[in-house]
Structures are given as C-alpha cells and as structure tokens.
C-alpha cells in the first residue's frame, strides 16, 4: 500500500547533519527528490507530515532467509557455542528452504525492516541452488530462482535492493571442495558474473545488482586475482566478508602468509567498489591501508554480539575516514536504532568510556556522528549516488513518533539522540521509500506464520 503525494512539509527535517527547520520537501515522478528547502512556511497544497523527519538508511548486509532461524540456536548443548558451532545449525534452515518459502520469510523481513527505518536492502545471497545442489533450471525452472524470490519480496514491500550473487568454491582453506550441507551455495566466478548481469537485465524498479565473495575461505585466490581483471570496468559493489573471526584470520595467516585484509591490500584488490563486511579483527595498519585504498566497511553489530565476534575498533576506523554503514545481517537486529546503540555500548564497555563515537569540537554528539557516517557509506555499500534529504537522492524517509513513551517532552534538538539511546519501541510513525508511505502487504505476517510453521512443526 502508498499513497501518492509529491510534496510534504515537516516542522523539521535532517538536512545536511542537522536539523532544519519548517522543510518543504518536493519529489519528481521517478520517485527522487527534486527540492529540499528548509525556511518554508507550510503551503496548503503540500502534505503536513505530523513529526520531524530523517533520512531512512541503507541495510548493507542481509541474508534474508536467516530471518527463519531467529531464535532457535539461543541453547547450548556442549561445552563450547560459537560462531562455528551456530553456522552448522544455520545450514539446516538454509538446506530446507523453497523460493516460494524464501519469498514469505523474506517479505516479511522487509516490512520489518522498513518498520525500523530501513529502505534500502543489500542481500548477500548465496542460496543459490535447489536442495539437492542441483540448478533449480536442471528441474526445468530458473536458475535464478531464489534471487526472483527476493526481488519479488522487495517488490511487493516497497524495500529498494542490491542483489549481490556470491562466490562460493571451497569449504575452506585447506578444503578444497564445498561440504555437503553447502551444496546448494556452490559457484564459479563466471556463473556470478554472468547472474549479475542477467539480475540486471530485470530493470526492476529499486532493483540493482553487484556481486560478492563469501570470504577468502570459501574463494579461490586465482578467482579473485580474474576477478580483478574481468571486473575492472564495471561500476557496481562488490563485497566480501572478512576478519570476522579470529580464526579465519589465524587460518588465513598460516596458508597466505597474510591477514586476510591484508592479504587483499597485498594483492591490490581494494578500491571504492569493495566492502569488507564486518572487518571486526583489524590490525592499525590494515585500516589505513583500507582508508587508502577508498573501501569501506559494512559493521553488524547486533550479529557480531549473538555469535561472539568480538569488537571492532571503531574510534580508529572513525579517525581514518573509512565509509562505515550497517547491516542486519542475521537479522537478530532490525533497525538502525538499536544496531547504532549496540555499536556504541560496545565501545564504552571495551574501553569504559561514554560516548567514544563522538568527536569534540566537530560533532559532540555521538548519535549524529554515528548517523551521518553510516547515512553515507550506506549508499555507497548499495552501489547507490546521493542519499539523504537533498535533490537528486531518492524520496526515502521515516517521520518520528514523538508520541513513543521515550520520547515524549525531550528537547527537539535531542530527538537523533533519544531515538538511538532512550530505546523507543516503535520510534518511526512512518516509512517512506521512492516517494510513497510503506505499510505491509495484508497477508504477509500470516504468510510467514504458515511458513515458519511448515518449517518447524510444534
């Protein structure tokens, strides 16, 4: 459901990392915004919109289909639970599911995620295949199959999307081929390349496609040195994740000779285009090394504290000038509020200090550090140009609820930093993306509960 205004006024609005007053905001019929003008007083013909207003954010890494799997690996039945032992169980869901099933676990992510202030989604999909590891078009369907599920998905919430088909060839450094329980993500680097041109060819709207690697475990060397070369002269992101895990790193030092960052500043991989995905065991010289080569880092905090990473170091990615945004990841976290509030509690409980995102004397205050940071490097995560309230960018925003019990009579000028810190529980009073209000499709949480069901009976 939408509505079809092109004009609004708010009482206020962020606008260029603070808030402006009295903001007639103007859309053009593709759904982008063609003016911004703070200073306006409210005209009869525009919509009054009845909160301040923010710019909604990119998700930059989702796996949507995990989503299924909330929940159900929070019980330890050995001595050790870690990032290992939660993947094997993940690989159950991943092993079960349909693209009809795909889609309804998907759909109503979206909506969640829209509900918490996310308009646009980067899906790092590497569900590729049917259930016995075949082709979904060796049983006379499409092999993109899985990937239609979550472009329809999007479709039918309104959530813009990044599709980013993932390179998957080994199980892991010193193991050659793929384990059975990931047969369905098998691919080579020609396969990837030639669905994310066929992801392309769809023009769908808000629809766009990179490509990714799952990890330097799981990819070749001499796939990602071609891909340096068949690559070269497209545009388009192209993600990886890395460091994670302390032992992804000891592994990758004991095989390459390297840390797996760097490693790819080794082999002179990194530009604009990349994203280190999590980037969470980072050594000072692999961050400047980042922060020279323009990639950027794409930070799950609410994932990286279910599965017991551990903690980037933030102040120091922040002081390099690397593009830093967020993602939901396993999904245990869907909005930007709380993945905010994670990464900085994190920080102060590292180095027990408050308000380590800050920077005296340029941005004191930690929530629009954090915002304005993530704001940007999200778009460049999705491959996206300009993102925000300004002419060009598209018309996604959210209007907060200063109704929420969180955040009733707090000073205007305090309400980024209430929505982040003061916990609201519904702190948005609507989402906007392409320039029309996103409510959920009728049927898509009852679609969801008969699919979850189906999944995982009694």
Do not use: K
């Amino acid at each position: 459901m939408s509505t079809a205004a092109t004009r609004w006024w708010a009482p206020a609005a962020w606008v260029n990392g603070a808030w402006a007053a009295d903001v007639l905001l103007q859309a053009d019929t593709h759904g982008h915004w063609a003016a911004v003008t703070p200073g306006t007083p409210a005209p009869s013909d525009a919509e009054h919109l009845p909160g301040r207003v923010l710019p909604a954010l990119v998700n930059a890494h989702s796996h949507a289909f995990q989503r299924a799997f909330i929940g159900l690996a929070e019980q330890r039945d050995s001595e050790r639970d870690d990032f290992w032992s939660w993947r094997d169980r993940m690989y159950g869901v991943a092993l079960r599911l349909t693209p009809e099933q795909l889609f309804d676990v998907a759909q109503h992510l979206y909506t969640e995620l829209l509900a918490g202030g996310y308009t646009h989604t980067c899906e790092f999909h590497y569900l590729h295949h049917a259930p016995d590891g075949r082709r979904y078009g060796e049983h006379g369907g499409d092999d993109l199959a899985m990937a239609r599920a979550l472009a329809e998905a999007a479709q039918a919430t309104g959530m813009g999307l990044t599709l980013l088909p993932v390179l998957y060839e080994r199980a892991g450094f010193a193991q050659p081929a793929l384990r059975d329980d990931q047969r369905r993500f098998a691919t080579d680097l020609h396969t990837v390349l030639r669905w994310r041109e066929a992801l392309r060819g769809w023009a769908l709207p808000q629809v766009s496609a990179g490509l990714a690697l799952h990890s330097l475990r799981a990819a070749r060397p001499a796939s990602l040195r071609e891909l340096a070369v068949l690559n070269a002269g497209d545009p388009g992101p192209v993600h990886i994740h890395v460091a994670e895990q302390t032992a992804e790193v000891d592994d990758c030092l004991a095989h390459t000779g390297h840390r797996p960052i760097a490693w790819l500043l080794h082999e002179g991989l990194l530009d604009t285009r990349w994203q280190l995905v999590h980037a969470t065991h980072a050594t000072p010289a692999e961050i400047d090394g980042v922060a020279a080569s323009g990639a950027g880092v794409v930070l799950c905090p609410g994932t990286e504290a279910n599965l017991g990473d551990g903690f980037c170091d933030l102040p120091r990615w922040l002081a390099a000038g690397v593009p830093l945004s967020l993602g939901s990841d396993s999904q245990v976290t869907r909005t930007w509020p709380e993945e905010l509030r994670w990464l900085e509690y994190g920080q102060r409980l590292v180095r027990r200090q408050r308000n380590v995102a800050a920077a005296p004397g340029r941005q004191p205050a930690t929530a629009a550090r954090l915002f304005e940071t993530v704001r940007a490097g999200g778009a460049a995560a999705a491959g996206l140009g300009a993102w925000g309230l300004q002419a060009g960018a598209r018309a996604d925003f959210v209007v907060l609820d200063t109704a929420d019990p969180a955040l009733i009579g707090l000073p205007a000028a305090r309400l980024l930093d209430a929505t982040v810190f003061a916990a609201p529980t519904r702190p948005f009073a609507a989402v906007y993306s392409a320039g029309r209000r996103r409510t959920p499709p009728p049927t898509a949480a009852e679609r969801f509960r008969a699919t979850l069901q189906g999944l995982w009976p009694g």
